[in-house]
């Protein structure tokens, strides 16, 4: 079965990655640094900007899929899609430009965890329903 919407989205956020990684790269070659971040803050930001990506990209995804395979509307997962990848935008700009307080890295992990949850309860829902 195609699964269209979780291709979109995975490619989307497949080159959000490769950034952050990219990222990562820049600072420890500019910096010297061989591996880890060698103590320096900014590093460490960056490296942590990435690693939280690959933190929660990967479950999205696959309850996107599960979603997308048990019919759920193409509406409801490009909306949640959207949210997810726009909060790990914010999340992820916070740490790459080091922002003063913590407004993007609020709303970025707000938006992330709602649509996760969102995502895994109509997921319980429709396998359940599926099963009934």
Not at 31 to 47: F, H, N, V, W
Not at 55 to 61: D, N, R
Not at 93 to 102: A, I, K
Not at 116 to 125: K, S
Request: hydrophobic content about 55%; aromatic content about 8%; charged content about 10%.
């Amino acid at each position: 079965m195609p699964l269209p919407v979780t291709a979109v989205f995975a490619g989307i956020l497949g080159l959000w990655l490769i950034y952050l990684q990219m990222q990562v790269g820049r600072q420890r070659r500019t910096k010297g640094i061989l591996l880890g971040s060698g103590g320096d803050a900014d590093c460490e930001r960056t490296i942590r900007a990435h690693g939280n990506a690959t933190e929660t990209i990967p479950i999205f995804l696959i309850l996107m899929a599960a979603g997308e395979s048990l019919a759920t509307p193409v509406w409801v997962l490009a909306v949640l899609g959207a949210v997810f990848t726009l909060g790990r935008f914010l999340h992820g700009v916070h740490f790459l430009r080091n922002s003063p307080g913590l407004r993007l890295r609020f709303w970025g992990m707000i938006m992330t965890v709602l649509a996760t949850a969102l995502m895994a309860l109509g997921a319980i829902g429709h396998g359940l329903g599926s099963m009934l």
